[in-house]
Nanobody, 123 residues
Framework: QVQLVESGGGLVQAGGSLRLSCAASGRTLSSYAMGWFRQAPGKERAFVAAIAWNGASTYYADSVKGRFTISRDNAKNTMYLQMNSLKPEDTAVYYC????????????????WGQGTQVTVSS
């Protein structure tokens, strides 16, 4: 079983950047495909990005394509989400997730979740 902890959230102005990290413990991260999801107040949890276990494939929601970059460093047991050109509508709690199968954009497919980190983008 793997434990996930997100960090790097905060308050940023529109147009700014943040880098989120997801640190894993308990098992090596290379055993898992990983994803980022976000949940804004009053909305359902939404897919942001996903990455294969070896980083060879990445997937993005249309709303973040070209602005966000997902990556991973299995040697450091850490996954990242670089967020550039942030918009107020990116405001949400961001969660990292892991699954022992192929990458997926469906949150129901993920077995392990972090506690989330708040990202707030001011206009």
């Amino acid at each position: 079983q793997v434990q996930l902890v997100e960090s790097g959230g905060g308050l940023v102005q529109a147009g700014g950047s943040l880098r989120l990290s997801c640190a894993a413990s308990g098992r090596t991260l290379s055993s898992y495909a990983m994803g980022w999801f976000r949940q804004a107040p009053g909305k359902e949890r939404a897919f942001v990005a996903a990455i294969a276990w070896n980083g060879a494939s990445t997937y993005y929601a249309d709303s973040v394509k070209g602005r966000f970059t997902i990556s991973r460093d299995n040697a450091k047991n850490t996954m990242y989400l670089q967020m550039n050109s942030l918009k107020p509508e990116d405001t949400a709690v961001y969660y990292c997730a892991a699954r022992t199968d192929y990458s997926s954009s469906y949150y129901e497919d993920y077995e392990y979740w972090g506690q989330g980190t708040q990202v707030t983008v001011s206009s």
